[in-house]
């Protein structure tokens, strides 16, 4: 569904969209754990966790062997993956209901593994991808394709 940024709702969380717009925002790259293994400091037990979900917190609160809260990361053991966070914007200014003119909207998109570092602010792109929310209620792309573009 190819949408601009001011018609995104919250009706569409989980859904599929194509987004047409310029990058007016990039963030370094950050790696984000993909499989985080971790080791009870008291009974030794492991654990791999899979980050289904790209959260960049995955350590359990407690071992589910002794219920010991002393859990240690092990990032050598780790799997991870670069993502990027972009801000996207509307190409255009739009109307409201009451025919007044506003500012573009815009909105957070994350990127992964081959598609990190290649995009600039300023950008014209097309971004297909999942509109997710994050715990703080934001809400946000996560991208499955990201395309420069000649014509918006």
């Known amino acids: 569904m190819n949408i601009k940024i001011n018609n995104i709702s919250a009706e569409q969380i ?78 255009e200014e739009f109307v409201d209901k009451y025919g007044r003119k506003r500012n573009p909207n815009t909105i957070k998109c994350v990127v992964y593994g081959k598609d990190v570092n290649q995009h600039i602010k300023s950008d014209l792109v097309v971004i297909k991808g999942i509109l997710n929310i994050t715990i703080e209620n934001e809400m946000f792309i996560e991208v499955t394709d990201i395309c420069l573009s000649e014509e918006i």
């Open 14 to 91: 989980g859904e599929s969209l194509e987004i047409k717009g310029r990058i007016i925002k990039v963030d370094d790259s950050t790696p984000l754990i993909i499989k985080g293994f971790y080791k009870c400091l008291d009974c030794m037990a492991t654990y791999e966790v899979t980050n289904k979900k790209l959260e960049h917190n995955t350590k359990p609160e407690m071992c589910l062997d002794c219920g010991s809260n002393n859990i240690k990361f092990m990032p050598n053991q780790s799997k991870y993956i670069d993502s990027q966070n972009l801000i996207l914007e509307d190409i």
